[in-house]
């Protein structure tokens, strides 16, 4: 888990760097080291705040599954036959769109750190 941990960490580093040097490349003088400085600490920043996006909407979803487990375990048990079938359907339909869209949100959240974090032109 720490490999893993460290790969991760080490792309997101090699991607902050290159997003710099995009920057940087687009204006020259000053402004773009100015620039080049504030991005170095958004991106960064950025990237944290997408993150902690990510596993918030995962969250959701693992408590959105559980809910509709449970109310469908209720509706079985009070007599409502039809519901017993969302008692394995429920989970797994709600697992897959869960780590599903964790999984796509993961995958952008370099980008749209990047997108945040260009600066304005003036």
């Known amino acids: 888990m720490r490999k893993f941990t460290t790969i991760i960490i080490t792309a997101i580093l090699i991607c902050s760097a290159i997003v710099l040097v995009a920057i940087a490349a687009d204006k020259s003088g000053k402004e773009t080291v100015t620039q080049a400085g504030e991005a170095v600490v958004t991106y960064p920043a950025n990237v944290v705040k997408e993150s902690v ?3 918030g909407t995962a969250a959701q979803g693992v408590v959105e599954t559980v809910v509709g487990t ?3 375990t209720g509706e079985t ?3 409502n036959v039809e519901s ?3 008692i394995v359907t429920t989970p797994v339909e709600g ?3 869960t780590v599903s869209e964790a999984a796509v949100n993961t995958v952008e959240i370099p980008v749209t750190a990047a997108e945040e974090t260009k600066p304005v032109s003036k």
Do not use: W
């Open 53 to 55: 996006n990510t596993v």
């Open 70 to 72: 449970v109310e469908a």
């Open 84 to 86: 017993a079938p969302k």
């Open 77 to 79: 048990l009070t007599g």
């Open 95 to 97: 697992s897959f769109s």
